[in-house]
């Protein structure tokens, strides 16, 4: 099983990144897919999720309104749109595959998580 995610890097304040995670090694079809973020000293924090089979949508409230997920169910492809980018982004990204049963739509299922994978770096200067 593979999660990897790319597109990080190094944008000032109000600026946008696109992530992408690439999954394998599992049934795309039968997962949710969702971001999370973990920064020094802080909580991992849930950004976001999304159902593979109705493309239901999670966004946190930290994000919502800034942040758009969407999904490529034959490439097997998750993409995470971020603008207006805040300083308080600023952490690792990683995507997860979460055990669907476990996604209502309105929290970020942590206990759903059954595989996610090396993040990828997002820094936002103020």
């Known amino acids: 099983v593979q999660l990897q995610a790319c597109g990080g890097g190094l944008v000032q304040a109000g600026g946008s990144l696109r992530l992408s995670c690439a999954a394998s090694?599992?049934?795309?079809?039968?997962?949710?897919i969702g971001w999370f973020r973990q920064a020094p000293g802080k909580e991992r924090e849930g950004v976001s999720c999304?159902?593979?089979?109705?493309?239901?949508?999670y966004y946190a409230d930290s994000v919502k309104g800034r942040f758009t997920i969407s999904s490529d169910n034959v490439k097997n492809m998750v993409y995470l749109q971020m603008n207006s980018l805040k300083p308080e982004d600023t952490a690792v990204y990683h995507c997860?595959?979460?055990?669907?049963?476990?996604?209502?739509?309105?929290?970020?299922?942590?206990?759903?998580?059954?595989?996610w994978g090396e993040g990828t770096q997002v820094t936002v200067s103020s």
């Open positions: 997860a595959a979460i055990d669907p049963t476990y996604y209502r739509g309105t929290y970020f299922p942590y206990y759903g998580m059954n595989y």
């Open positions: 090694g599992f049934t795309f079809d039968d997962y949710a």
């Open positions: 999304i159902s593979s089979s109705d493309g239901n949508t």
